[in-house]
């Protein structure tokens, strides 16, 4: 199971960090992402991050922006988003990839969180 949160309003500018907590000790194995999904559009990929934590990618319109680590002894991943904009608004999903390597394709991800709201105010 995963366990998105960390989700709330924020001034744009702001930060928040999202986290990704999930059950079972293979956890440490797999590749992570985060994919965001705002109000009648595509769910989209925000960033991900390797088995070991050794490699990341992110979208373009977020590099530099955020950052995405992994803590694999507390099976967390996160999400530090920096200098928000309006439309970074959206529901952020965490994803797990059954293979240690990164991808950035929505469909190569095999289990999804439940997903949280992210509200950046202008």
């Known amino acids: 199971q995963l366990q998105a949160s960390g989700g709330g309003l924020v001034q744009a500018g702001g930060s928040l960090r999202l986290s990704c907590a999930a059950s079972g000790r293979t956890f440490r194995n797999y590749a992570v992402g985060w994919f965001r999904q705002a109000p009648g559009k595509e769910r989209v990929f925000v960033a991900t991050i390797s088995a070991s934590g050794g490699s990341s990618n992110y979208a373009g319109s977020v590099k530099g922006r955020f950052t995405i680590s992994r803590d694999n002894a507390k099976n967390t991943v996160y999400l530090q988003m920096n200098s928000l904009k309006p439309e970074d608004t ?14 950035s394709l929505v469909n190569e991800y095999d289990y999804w969180g439940q997903g949280t709201l992210v509200t950046v105010s202008s």
């Open 90 to 103: 959206a529901v952020y999903y965490c994803a797990v990839r059954r293979t240690s390597w990164i991808s």
